[in-house]
């Protein structure tokens, strides 16, 4: 029941973000090329929400381009809340790789296999790149994600919004979770367990591989 209600606010959020640009759309028959291009027609569907436990807010994984990476946006559970994005998947346009959609008719076979195979890599880069892990708080303040393998800590009311990156390392942090005091988070990296403040005033390594 709770994951329909979060279902249906977002379909209410980006509902209001796409009636505008439908409603300057003109009638005309679909290619074959344009319904097999990214970004998709049939728009990008969110992905990763999570309702904060004092079900206000809704913080989900999307793209406005319609591709990926996704970034993280924060809409609010009332009728008319504002939605915000919170934190972009790319922090500088140099970052971004151009994704290659179509391929020459008159290349040779190979050439085709080998711009597809570059398609497919570049679009698990874009992936690999978005925004991933996001977890409330427990008492609904703070929100948890990470990026590129590195995980952040940031709270949605502040202005600006300032995401505080707490790890750093070459190995990737994988599943994150709040501890019931709201202040601490737990961790795995290289194999290991780690329970670090989200203040960053302390880190405690709990297991040794």
Same mark, same amino acid.
Request: net charge positive; glycine share 6%.
């Given at each position: 029941?709770?994951?329909?209600y =979060?279902? $249906?606010? /977002? =379909?209410l959020i /980006?509902?209001? #973000?796409a009636v505008? @640009?439908l409603a300057?759309?003109k009638n +005309?028959p679909?290619? *074959?090329?344009?319904i097999?291009?990214?970004? @998709? =027609?049939?728009?990008?569907? &969110?992905?990763?929400e999570?309702l904060s &436990?004092? %079900?206000e807010?809704?913080a989900?994984?999307? @793209?406005?381009? %319609?591709?990926?990476?996704r970034d993280l946006?924060?809409g609010?559970?009332?009728? %008319?809340?504002d939605?915000?994005?919170l934190?972009r998947a790319?922090d500088?346009?140099?970052?971004?790789?151009?994704?290659k959609t179509?391929?020459?008719?008159? +290349? !040779?076979?190979?050439e085709?296999k080998?711009e597809?195979v570059?398609? !497919?890599d570049?679009?698990?880069?874009a992936?690999?790149?978005?925004v +991933?892990g996001?977890?409330?708080s &427990?008492?609904?303040?703070r929100?948890? $994600?990470s990026?590129?393998?590195?995980?952040?800590v940031?709270?949605?009311n502040?202005?600006? *919004?300032a &995401?505080?990156r707490?790890t750093s390392? *070459?190995a990737i942090?994988?599943?994150a #979770?709040?501890?019931?005091?709201s202040?601490?988070?737990?961790?795995?990296?290289?194999?290991?367990?780690?329970?670090?403040n989200?203040?960053?005033? @302390?880190? *405690?390594q709990?297991t040794?591989?």
């Open positions: 029941m709770k994951r329909r =979060i279902h $249906f606010v /977002l =379909i /980006l509902l209001a #973000q505008p @640009s300057q759309t +005309a679909l290619t *074959v090329r344009e097999m291009s990214e970004p @998709s =027609i049939a728009g990008m569907r &969110p992905e990763g999570k &436990p004092d %079900g807010q809704v989900y994984l999307w @793209s406005a381009s %319609g591709k990926d990476p946006y924060l609010s559970t009332r009728i %008319g809340g939605t915000r994005l934190v790319v500088e346009e140099k970052e971004s790789r151009p994704a179509e391929t020459r008719d008159e +290349a !040779r076979t190979s085709r080998e597809r570059m398609q !497919r570049a679009a698990q880069e992936r690999e790149r978005s +991933a996001v977890e409330w &427990p008492d609904s303040r929100l948890l $994600f990026k590129r393998g590195d995980l952040y940031l709270n949605p502040e202005t600006p *919004v &995401p505080r707490l390392t *070459v942090e994988g599943g #979770q709040w501890l019931a005091d202040r601490r988070i737990l961790y795995q990296s290289g194999g290991n367990l780690f329970v670090v989200a203040d960053q005033t @302390s880190l *405690v709990l040794r591989e």
